[in-house]
Nanobody
Framework: VQLQASGGGLVQTGGSLRLSCAASGSFSINALAWYRRAPGKQREFVARISSGGILVAAESVKGRFTISRDNAKNTVFLQMNSLKPEDTAVYYC????????WGPGTLVTVSS
């Protein structure tokens, strides 16, 4: 199963974006996650959701970002609110734990 992220763009500080991640096959039994890589930094974990809907988010995004999934549509989402310039990054979706294949991700740029 391959995952493809989309929905990134340019937004002002305080704005919102919703990222989507479409799977090429069924992933209902898998935990899924969003990760990001900011310019000049290593890729980091953002949020994950288990097959049963249990959510875990990084401290830096708690209360602002929400991960969700639609197993019928093989899609996982990341709702991002109250965006900050430090959220600027390429966002990736992958399984949790992450598998070795990473798609191109989707770029989110937050202007100050």
């Amino acid at each position: 199963v391959q995952l493809q992220a989309s929905g990134g763009g340019l937004v002002q500080t305080g704005g919102s974006l919703r990222l989507s991640c479409a799977a090429s096959g069924s992933f209902s039994i898998n935990a899924l996650a969003w990760y990001r890589r900011a310019p000049g930094k290593q890729r980091e974990f953002v949020a994950r959701i288990s097959s049963g809907g249990i959510l875990v988010a990084a401290e830096s995004v708690k209360g602002r970002f929400t991960i969700s999934r639609d197993n019928a549509k093989n899609t996982v989402f990341l709702q991002m609110n109250s965006l900050k310039p430090e959220d600027t990054a390429v966002y990736y979706c992958n399984f949790f734990p992450a598998r070795s294949f990473w798609g191109p991700g989707t770029l989110v740029t937050v202007s100050s």
